[in-house]
Structure formats: structure tokens, C-alpha cells
């Protein structure tokens, strides 16, 4: 068998160093991480940035993966998916009490791939297949993990976008105070594949007052109930370090 070839090995280091960054590290950083020279590790990235699998902030000079790398990892048969998150889609909205999407994107846009009604007696309308305002919970973790860069365009609104999307990515979760109706909100989390990568966002909607305390933050317990149930599917895809 030949032997490995040590550029593609440096890279993928890299790339695994950038996907865990959240967007956060320059190249000195990167460098030290992986064991490289500065100069070697530029080098690469130029490469890398070349091909568009990663992006660099042309103001703070930091690094995230790119929306070719993010395309190609995200490719997932959706009945896949849909059949890996149904046990944990019904255990959540049993649990919490309210409805719960699963997310992917199509293009540009925020589809639904997966639905379960709420747990109680009222009318509802199946939503697989419908596209989603971006600006909601579930498009924002779908945007925030697919489009690193948001906000380098100028402009206060696409600066303010930006920060919130990078606040998704740090902390693990989104949130949205309006969903479709005045007083429904919601709350999602990314789910990652094989390759680590965000592939799908799950979620669930229902009335503020149930989602929110006062003060617009999430409840503790609602909100841990929709990142474990996340890092669950995660599992299921098989997803590293989930």
C-alpha cells in the first residue's frame, strides 16, 4: 500500500482545526494547533480558500470553513435523515409538550423534513416540505453553520446579522421570539453528520411564555431538552464527539 501523502493529511488537520473553531482562529493559531510553520500552514489555507473550503474574514483575518466544503459535507438523503431523527423527534415533543421540526437546507432555502404535532387535541397542519423565513430559529442554525461570513458585507443590518450568527455558532443554539404568530416562538440546534459538519437543525415551536422567561431567555430546561435531543440525532448520524 503507498503511504499517505502529508499535504492532504496538514490540510485535513486544518480544515478539523477551522470546523472546530466556530470561525475564531487566524493562521498563527491554526498554525500552532495543527504543529505547522506559519509559513506552510498560509500556504495551505491559501489553497484551501482557493477551492472554497474555507473563507476568511477579510476584517478580523480569521478563518471559517467554506460554503463549498459546507455544500459538499451536507449532502444527506433526506428520508435518511428523517428516519434517524423520528424516535428522537417524538421523544422531544413528547417530553417538552410542543412541536417539532427538523430542518435542512434546499438551495437557500429552510425546508422542513420532518414534522411532529404538538401532543395534544387541537388542529394542526403538517409542514414537511415547507419553507421557513431564514430568520427563524431553525434558518438561523441552518445559516449561521452554512454561510460563516454573513455580515463581511457592508452595512449595520448584515453587521448586526453577522454577530447574532456568530453568537449561534459559539453557543450551540438559536433562538426566535416570533415565529409565524405574534406570542409563538421557538428554540433549535444544529445536527452534524458523519463529517462533523451541520447538516439539519431541529426545533421546536410553541408559545413564548412556555419558551421564554421574562426576560426573552430561554427556559433551562426546555432548552436542554432541544440540544440533547440535537446531539442525540448527531449520534445517529454518526457525527464525532456527539
Known sequence: MPGSVQSIERAAAILQVVAGSGGTLGVTDIAEAVGLAKTTAHSLLRTLLQVGFVEQDPATGRYA??????RLGSTLDTNELRARASNWAD???????HAVRLAALAGDEVVVVHHVFRPDDSAQLLEVGTALP???????????????????????R?????TELAE????????????????????AA????????VVAALGI????????????????????????????VSRELGAPGA
Open 65 to 70: 470553513l467554506g460554503v463549498a466544503l459546507l
Open 158 to 162: 448584515s453587521s448586526a446579522v453577522a
Open 91 to 97: 421523544a422531544l415533543a413528547a417530553r417538552s409538550g
Open 168 to 187: 449561534v455558532r459559539a453557543r450551540g443554539w438559536a433562538a426566535d421570539r416570533v415565529e409565524h404568530q405574534p406570542g409563538v416562538g421557538g428554540i
Open 205 to 232: 415551536t410553541g408559545a413564548q411564555s412556555a419558551l421564554f422567561d421574562v426576560r426573552g431567555t430561554p427556559r433551562p430546561l426546555v432548552l436542554s431538552m432541544v440540544t440533547d435531543a440535537a446531539h442525540a
Open 134 to 156: 431564514s430568520g427563524c430559529a431553525l434558518g438561523k442554525v441552518l445559516r449561521a453553520h452554512s454561510h460563516p461570513h454573513t455580515g463581511s458585507r457592508s452595512g449595520a
Open 190 to 197: 444544529p445536527v452534524r453528520g458523519a463529517g462533523g459538519l
